[in-house]
């Protein structure tokens, strides 16, 4: 069989969703959802940045998963619905190997930053005291550095690994985006290497910051569960579920993507999970952050003039 390799045509992403009137109204329902999470992060962002009540560490913190979110999903959706309505499947060896290096990156990167705000909220409940010391600003900034930077490095080896690979069989990949996993099933070669960086990967950049937040959120919990104030329980369990909400959304269908043996694995259950840590999560961050957080809202009223209805 004839290798196709980076000097033949385009690879064919067959997309997500069906060419017909269902097709349509779930692009536009994905478009809106796309809207949505700009704005929301977009705002988010410039919220953050102008209003000295959240000039704290976990908002900080913050403001770079917003950041995340925003180029996350600006990865995905703008291709997925321009090949929809032109009905041009293609893109380009270059292309896939762009969108896959930026798609790991935001994944790899959320996750870390996750675990990080995670530390932020057991430090501020467990250790007060040692708070201002163990999260100063110098700290924030090797935290979001560190996982930008871990990010892109693991980003950068599965992406230069996946375009040195001989592709002999069809170009189509049954896929909305270049998920790297999906690219290497139309390879030539025997690809188990790949399959055991890609565990590693998810254990060191997933499963592992996972464990690491359930058992920062149990201590917390535990500690919350003992304190003697009524209204600092309350905040305390608002901002934990808060947080687990987004972990949950976030690292749930990730793990369960990417841990799977190959023979266990669709590509119609991988796309629909997809969807989750592409195109909702960066739309429901923003919402669950806000709606959630009375810090937040006070803030939208003091910069934006909304929700003026509400005590801050």
């Not at 908002?59 to 703008?78: A, E, K, N, W």
Request: one cysteine or more.
């Amino acid at each position: 069989m004839e290798k196709w390799n980076h000097t033949s045509n385009d690879f064919i992403l067959l997309g997500l969703l069906p060419p017909n009137q269902t097709g349509i109204f779930l692009l536009c329902l994905i478009i809106l959802i796309f809207f949505l999470a700009s704005v929301g992060n977009s705002a988010m962002i410039h919220l953050i940045h102008v209003d000295p009540g959240l000039h704290t560490p976990m908002y900080f913190l913050l403001s770079q998963l917003s950041l995340m979110d925003l180029m996350y999903i600006s990865t995905t959706v703008p291709k997925m619905a321009y090949n929809f309505l032109s009905g041009q499947k293609g893109i380009s060896f270059l292309g896939c190997g762009v969108q896959s290096f930026f798609f790991l990156t935001m994944a790899c990167s959320e996750g870390l930053l996750l675990a990080s705000m995670a530390y932020d909220r057991y430090v501020a409940i467990c250790h007060p005291l040692h708070y201002p010391i163990r999260m100063s600003k110098m700290m924030c900034v090797k935290m979001i550095g560190g996982s930008w930077t871990l990010g892109s490095i693991n980003s950068l080896a599965h992406t230069v690994f996946a375009l040195h690979i001989p592709y002999c069989r069809s170009r189509a990949i049954d896929h909305f985006f270049c998920d790297v996993p999906a690219v290497l099933l139309l390879a030539c070669t025997d690809t188990w290497v790949y399959e055991y960086m890609v565990f590693v990967s998810t254990s060191l950049f997933l499963l592992f910051p996972f464990i690491g937040i359930t058992s920062s959120y149990g201590r917390v919990l535990f500690a919350v569960y003992h304190m003697h104030s009524k209204e600092g329980r309350q905040k305390a369990f608002t901002t934990i579920s808060t947080h687990l909400t987004v972990v949950i959304f976030y690292y749930a269908p990730f793990v369960y993507t990417y841990l799977r043996p190959r023979n266990l694995r669709s590509p119609a259950e991988d796309k629909i999970l997809a969807v989750f840590y592409t195109i909702l999560t960066p739309m429901l961050n923003p919402i669950i952050y806000s709606l959630r957080n009375k810090e937040v809202l006070g803030a939208m009223r003091r910069v934006f003039g909304i929700f003026s209805f509400l005590k801050e």
